[in-house]
């Protein structure tokens, strides 16, 4: 199995690939409308695009925004093409991210979680701040991972 590589989005084309996975995960496969999808945030946001082989299959994103009085980095929009899933990309693109926003002075990391995978992300090391809600439909529990307390 082929390993995933993490780059950075740095053109028009790049932005292209990230846009097309993510209109496959988010507004095909999830239903979300295109206008919650496409919410502004992605001019202020770092994209990153994960790589197999030569071909864009996963992307994320991740920003700066205020959390319990202090500014967090918030990991977002992750998306693996389904034939990509399940193969541990969706966990290195993760680490990636993570590892990004470190390099960028952040040490407390903010997901909105999509409950069906809460698990997984408790395995990497988040945790529930027991707020739970719904966007686009969807149950969503908001996690923490904190390092250096």
């Not at 202020?44 to 071909?55: F, I, K, M, P, Y």
């Amino acid at each position: 199995m082929a390993q995933i590589d993490t780059t950075p989005v740095q053109s028009d084309d790049e932005w292209e690939q990230a846009r097309r996975i993510r209109t496959r995960v988010f507004i095909e496969e999830q239903d979300c409308p295109p206008e919650e999808e496409w919410d502004g945030h992605d001019q202020t946001s770092r994209h990153v695009l994960g790589w197999v082989d030569g071909e864009a299959v996963a992307t994320a994103r991740w920003r700066t925004v205020p959390h319990d009085e202090e500014i967090v980095a918030k990991l977002e929009r992750f998306a693996v093409l389904p034939d990509y899933r399940g193969q541990g990309h969706g966990t290195r693109l993760v680490h990636d991210v993570l590892d990004d926003a470190r390099r960028a002075g952040f040490d407390t990391f903010l997901v909105h979680a999509q409950s069906r995978l809460r698990d997984w992300y408790e395995h990497l090391g988040f945790t529930s701040t027991g707020r739970t809600f719904e966007e686009v439909g969807i149950p969503h529990v908001e996690m923490v991972r904190r390092e250096g307390d």
